[in-house]
């Protein structure tokens, strides 16, 4: 039956693979935090083309010379000018180098300064912790009912400075969302934080870009960038508890969810599932994608991500659940209702 079972799950997965996650491109910045990395990118590069092109004429000139010397028999003759060109040509070649490598320093630092000026009107702030292997985030308040927990999908208000405090609850991640800003290590036991400001709207996919275990491929993100009133809604409908379950398949569903492991990792606000080892799935039906933007989400996927989920991200933390038939049917039902 299970062998079963995932053959069908699987065959949903991949009909149901064309999912857009949202895009990313280092040259085609969203954010004056990528706008700024992308100059110095092209500054840069410019640098470096010129100084090949010397290099290549250089060269192309002293294999010429070295030609019409080597067809003529070499005399020894002591040559005091020739020497002094030579050691005023070597110089000036160093100088160029040195001062060209210290121009360049000087753009990396004053382009990381213009990155990391914090600004202080009224940011959104957003805790974001890294787990084998997916994202953590929490929309902090002082009123612990209006705190908003969420998973790998980050929405933000367009125009408006976020601020990002990291942390990690393993080793160390790395946020990269190359649209918005240059690479944010997330390290275990340390608390930074960082700032960016989205200034178009869309759907900008992020990567961990630090190594970390073996499904360090499969933990992306991505950041959604929203009008302000757009993100308010989505908050509003954040904050709220999970919606009660509507049908008698959804009730059995919920049922499922309270008697098997799924409880013992997973937050259900509103229920009695209230552990923080897994995502929060209070709105899990709202969310495009799951497993750190691995699968979509659809009930083929979501099915397929509950029996098998090694078989998907081998080695993550979730067990697999060799469920009968009709509870998983119930278990998805009720988990595509969590809008
Ligand atoms: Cu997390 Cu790589």
Redesign the pocket.
């Known amino acids: 039956m299970n062998a079963e079972l995932n053959f069908v799950s699987f065959r949903l997965v991949a009909q149901a693979m064309p999912v857009d996650p949202g895009h990313h491109h280092v040259l085609q910045p969203a954010a004056p935090q990528a706008g700024n990395i992308e100059w110095l990118y092209w500054v840069v590069f410019w640098i470096l083309f010129a100084v090949f092109a010397l290099m290549l004429a250089g060269f192309a000139t002293a294999t010429a010379k070295a030609r019409v010397i080597s067809s003529r028999p070499l005399p020894i003759i002591e040559d005091e000018e020739g020497d002094h060109r030579a050691r005023w040509a070597l110089g000036s070649a160093l100088s160029i180098t040195v001062i060209t490598l210290f121009v360049i320093l000087v753009l990396s630092v004053v382009t990381g300064k213009r990155v990391e000026g914090l600004s202080s009107k009224n940011p959104v702030t957003i805790q974001i912790t890294?787990h084998?292997?997916w994202w953590e985030v929490t929309y902090p308040n002082s009123q612990a009912d209006q705190t908003i927990t969420t998973a790998n999908e980050i929405h933000v208000p367009l125009n408006t400075p976020v601020v990002v405090l990291t942390n990690s609850a393993d080793v160390i991640?790395?946020f990269w969302a190359p649209s918005i800003t240059g690479k944010r290590d997330l390290v275990p036991g340390y608390s930074s934080a960082f700032w960016f400001q989205v200034a178009k709207a869309g759907i900008y996919h992020g990567q961990?870009?630090?190594?970390?275990g073996l499904q360090?491929a499969h933990?992306g993100l991505s950041v959604i960038a929203e009008t302000a009133d757009k993100f308010q809604e989505w908050q509003q409908r954040q904050i709220k508890l999970a919606a009660e379950p509507s049908t008698s398949e959804a009730i059995r569903g919920r049922g499922v969810f309270l008697t098997h492991a799924c409880l013992m990792c997973h937050t259900i606000r509103g229920t009695d599932a209230g552990s923080h080892l897994g995502p929060d799935l209070t709105h899990v039906a709202s969310r495009k994608m799951i497993a750190a933007e691995t699968l979509p989400n659809t009930a083929g996927a979501l099915a397929g991500w509950i029996v098998d989920p090694q078989r998907i991200k081998p080695g993550t933390l979730m067990s697999p659940n060799p469920l009968a038939p009709d509870d998983l049917q119930a278990l998805v039902v009720y988990l595509q209702s969590l809008q």
């Open positions: 890294g084998q292997w991640h790395s961990c870009a630090e190594f970390c360090h933990m």
